[in-house]
């Protein structure tokens, strides 16, 4: 029998798994340790996620792979694995309430499950990797991990028993399911498997597009306000208004009607709501008659592209495409959004510099 005690290092629970007890004192005791951890969430880590959600330390948001330990779990306690992504992390054990279990954490390189089992760091080596790392059949009885769903594309589960001898069971798509797959004897229902892509879940992408977007809009305003110091027709307010509609419209609109926008690729519904807008909002500024014919065909060349740009951003984030899929719609509407843009910012150009 291994020995059970367990002492406190650094904040950590480590756990001696000597077969004497006796040598618990000595300096060459064997230790592994599993972190204590919470389901509920402080208020720094609600802040903290909210302004990752706003690009703010989105890099730096990560918590350190390894096991980690919720409630008072047992040697027989069931084994999660989830991403060192903070906010993965939160969302995972905030889940976790009344449930003794463990939380294998991988090293994601600070990626989310889904993100990570595509790219690769959420994956077999990964996790055999992990597993001995953590000293996993020194601390738990049983064989059983119990896997994310949106995990299984970077997991072998055959390979992962052949290397560790542990199964991998995966789970729910929602970490909201997790007590309720676990009571059921690890059985998931068909909701449980059913990826759902609600309004909520598009709008949560939004403040970063809109980060990243506000970025290069900044450039965009200096180099106009430099044009402006000798354009005969200088860009004014409702110019501004323009291109800030074609952000709201890629980053905000597209997400929000994604389902009932017609068309498959994502570009083309930010293309086609861009079309909409950009005509919209030129009819109202009077700038379909003949005098500003050559600015309205900038827009309508320049912005819609811009919206449909910032739309296809989204594929990463959506439960509507696959790698292949993205591959091939960037490799189709890249080169049309560079065309069109370029001879819109002609075309402006002219109309700016001739007035």
Known sequence: MKST?????????VRCVSTDSSKCKSECCDYFAVHPSSSELSLKDKLDGCKVRWGINRMGYTVEPGI????????DAPVLVTANYKLTFDAVRKELAGLDCYVLVLDTKGVNV????????????????RIKAVRLPDIVTHKKLIV?????PGVDGREVKRQTGFAVEFGPVRASDIKAFISAGSKASGDMR???FTLRDRLAVVPIELVLTAKIALVVFGILLLINLVAQRPFGVNDFLLYI??????????PALLPFIPGRAFAFKGWLLGIFSTVGILWAFGWLASPFLLLAAGYILVLPAHSAFIAMNFTGASTYTSPSGVLKEMKTALPLIVFSTVVGIILLLIKAFIG
């Open 5 to 13: 005690l367990v002492k406190k290092i650094n904040a950590a629970e």
């Open 68 to 75: 980690y330990g919720i409630g008072n779990p047992s040697e």
């Open 114 to 129: 889904w993100c990570a089992a595509g790219k690769g760091t959420f994956g077999t080596d990964e996790l055999v990797s």
């Open 148 to 152: 994310p769903q949106l995990g299984a």
């Open 194 to 196: 059913e990826v759902k």
């Open 245 to 254: 509609s074609s952000i709201v419209v890629g980053a905000v609109v597209v």
